[in-house]
């Protein structure tokens, strides 16, 4: 897969090389360039932002710096167009559903916005020559998309192939059966007065396997009761229900 991120802070990225995603970069799973937007601009003060239409505070970035600088990441003319994605407050929920739909395109571009945000008309062109999604990672108001193309960026390439040391985990994970995952233990078998709970030291692996779906409702009820209600018809065996 290849990733393109655009950004006023090409730094901000550096971590796109670190951990799992470097390994990820060293074994050619994954591709990485970051681009700095003001390459595209043409003042003496590198400008990226102007003032909004309509008054209000805050400034807008530029549509004709953002153009430029998608024509050279994803040239209009090339045989092939990526995914656009825009993060944003205003955007539809990034999930894990998104995460595993993005890991099967073979090219993202994340176009970071600052200040108010970026000319709508950015989107709105794009749109008529890639998919562009514009996404939100929670309800809440970050300083700008780099943070949130970090977190966006890692749930995606922890679900390619290869990636993960355990491929199992990611199976296994909260939201991968519509639940949150319940609670995890390691040794030492007792710690602070605090013992692990007896079934996962029984080796009984049916009773484990029911415990820990139990606790995965349980979790879920109480902490996003909203998730039990988004499970598909059938989801819940009569086990599930006495739960
Ligand atoms: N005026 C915008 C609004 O109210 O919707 C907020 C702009 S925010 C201060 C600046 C940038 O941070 C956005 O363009 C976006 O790239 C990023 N950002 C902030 N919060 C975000 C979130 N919850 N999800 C994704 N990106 C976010």
């Known amino acids: ?53 309509g008054g209000g505070p805050g400034m807008v970035m530029k549509p004709d710096v953002w153009g430029e600088a998608l024509d050279a990441v994803c040239p209009p003319a090339a045989e092939t167009s990526p995914r656009l994605v825009v993060p944003t407050p205003a955007g539809r929920p990034f999930t894990q ?32 020559r890639m998919p562009v999604d514009e996404v939100s990672i929670g309800d809440y108001v970050l300083v700008g998309g780099e943070v949130a193309v970090l977190a966006m960026v890692e749930s995606v390439v922890r679900l390619l192939p290869g990636v993960l040391g355990n491929p199992a985990s990611a199976q296994q994970d909260s939201f991968s059966d519509g639940l949150l995952e319940g609670p995890s233990y390691t040794r030492p078998e007792v710690w ?5 709970p007896d079934v996962l030291r029984s080796g009984n692996h049916g009773a484990i396997a029911r415990w820990r779906r139990d606790k995965a409702l349980e979790r879920t009820w109480r902490r996003r009761p909203e998730l039990l209600d988004a499970l598909p018809e059938g989801a819940l065996d009569r086990k599930d229900r006495e739960a």
């Not at 393109?4 to 360039?33: C, H, M, Q």
């Open 97 to 128: 559903d998104l995460a595993h739909e993005w890991s099967r395109e073979p090219w993202l571009v994340f176009a970071c916005g600052r200040y108010e945000g970026i000319d709508q008309r950015v989107v709105d062109e794009a749109s008529e």
């Open 1 to 53: 897969m290849r990733i393109d991120v655009i950004t006023i802070f090409p730094d901000y990225l550096n971590p796109l090389r670190e951990a799992l995603l470097g390994k990820a970069v060293e074994r050619e799973r994954i591709s990485v360039g970051v681009h700095d937007l003001r390459t595209w601009t043409h003042d003496v003060h590198k400008t990226v932002d102007d003032s909004p239409y």
């Open 192 to 196: 602070r007065g605090r013992p692990v």
